[in-house]
């Protein structure tokens, strides 16, 4: 045993000199993490861990047999020069730490405990983001009669048709590990979904689903929390509006960080997501009750819009959520104090408290009315 670990230690060691190895000695994530007040893009090992990249990276250089390569601003340029440059640069690094036993109780100071930093958004922040909606068997028709569930999921089976993309705010909604979920003043419909979100990693404009995997960088937990108090009636008739429904403040937290795509697998065969509030399991679900597959939503998404590294897409959730009554019996919604944690083994959990909005003032009255001022479309 002591044999082999010479001989891990000598081949980690020898990596410069031997040229460039695509193995590194751990597998990896990435987030951003405020260190020093600013927000700073750090690797994530052992799920314990933040290395920041830019002193880890300075420390390297020191050692003559590793060039000197400029380092990202940020996570967005991080994902975007992955595959040309900087997955080698990582990779060296981990390797290096591993290898010089820098992980231990005599770590660096570029070396954090991940307790002992605020958790950003990874990505701060996407350019786009975009939703399945009702792309699990489970979530179709939640809210209607046991008949009309079966009925309505029988014929999704047999009419899938093309997914269905909604797109999401960015800044302002996206909001990271730890930050609060806040109820909007007034509004009493606050639920959950817990998602996988798909990190696209290459331009992509038509991508076959055969070829969507290749154009993804990695992937995160997301929740997309849902106003489900609709618009009051007159006005502009529209049977719904998701700009109310997905669209305020905090509506969309991401993290707690990246795993990149080698160190996670398909999605399509190993996803599990679930999500519990106050500590009372709603949802977990499979990549088997989806109903479009992760790579047909980059083909559907790729169709209309070109998507860009940094672009996030969001695959839908499963049964279980507040509007519905397939679970418990009964809708039930955030509540202020509670804490919602969304999970997705491989990757981690999301933990975020739930407060209430403090009534605004000053306003005309072409604001948002509280849910209680109009019927409630549920």
């Known amino acids: 045993m002591r044999r082999s670990s010479v001989l891990i230690l000598f081949l980690l060691l020898a990596i410069p000199a031997m040229g460039w190895s695509q193995m590194t000695a751990e597998p990896f994530k990435v987030g951003t993490f405020e260190i020093d007040g600013s927000p700073t893009v750090g690797i994530v090992l052992r799920d314990s861990l933040i290395v920041e990249l830019d002193a880890a990276n300075l420390a390297l250089e020191r050692n003559s047999a590793y060039p000197v390569i400029p380092l990202p601003a940020d996570m967005l340029e991080l994902i975007s020069r992955y595959d040309y440059g900087l997955k080698r640069r990582l990779y060296e690094i981990v390797n290096h730490l591993v290898a010089s036993n820098s992980l231990g109780n005599d770590r660096p100071d570029y070396v954090h405990d991940v307790g002992d930093l605020r958790t950003l958004p990874p990505i701060m922040y996407p350019g786009k983001i975009l939703n399945a909606a009702v792309n699990f068997y489970s979530h179709v028709e939640e809210a209607g009669t046991g008949e009309e569930r079966t009925e309505a999921r029988r014929l999704r089976r047999e009419q899938r048709g093309i997914p269905y993309l909604f797109i999401k705010p960015s800044r302002g909604a996206v909001v990271g590990n730890g930050d609060e979920i806040v ?24 991508v076959s689903a055969n070829d969507a995997e290749e154009h993804i960088f990695g992937y995160m937990v997301t929740l997309d929390i849902s106003d489900r108090g609709g618009r009051p009636p007159g006005g ?17 937290p991401q993290g707690p960080w990246i795993v990149p795509k080698e160190f996670y697998g398909n999605p399509m065969e190993i996803l599990r997501q679930s999500l519990s509030v106050d500590g009372e399991q709603m949802q977990e679900a499979t990549a088997g009750d989806m109903i479009h597959s992760l790579w047909e939503l980059v083909e559907f998404a ?10 996030v897409i969001n695959n839908g959730t499963s049964g279980g959520v507040g509007m519905g009554t397939a679970v418990r019996g009964a809708q039930r919604f955030l509540q202020p104090g509670e804490v919602v944690e969304a999970t997705i083994d491989g990757i981690g959990t999301l933990r975020m408290p739930v407060v209430g909005e403090e009534e605004p003032g000053g306003l005309t009255g072409a604001a948002l009315p509280p849910v209680n001022t109009y019927r409630d479309p549920l």
Do not use: C, M, Q
Not at 183 to 206: C, F, H, M, Q, S
Not at 236 to 252: E, Q
Not at 302 to 311: M, R, V
């Open 183 to 206: 109820i909007p003043y007034g509004r009493n419909r606050t639920d959950w979904e817990v998602e996988l979100g798909a990190v696209i990693g290459k331009t992509a404009k038509y």
């Open 236 to 252: 502009a008739r529209f049977t719904l509006d998701w700009f109310v429904g997905k669209g305020h403040d905090t509506f969309a």
């Open 302 to 311: 790729s169709s209309i819009i070109t998507l860009y590294p940094g672009d």
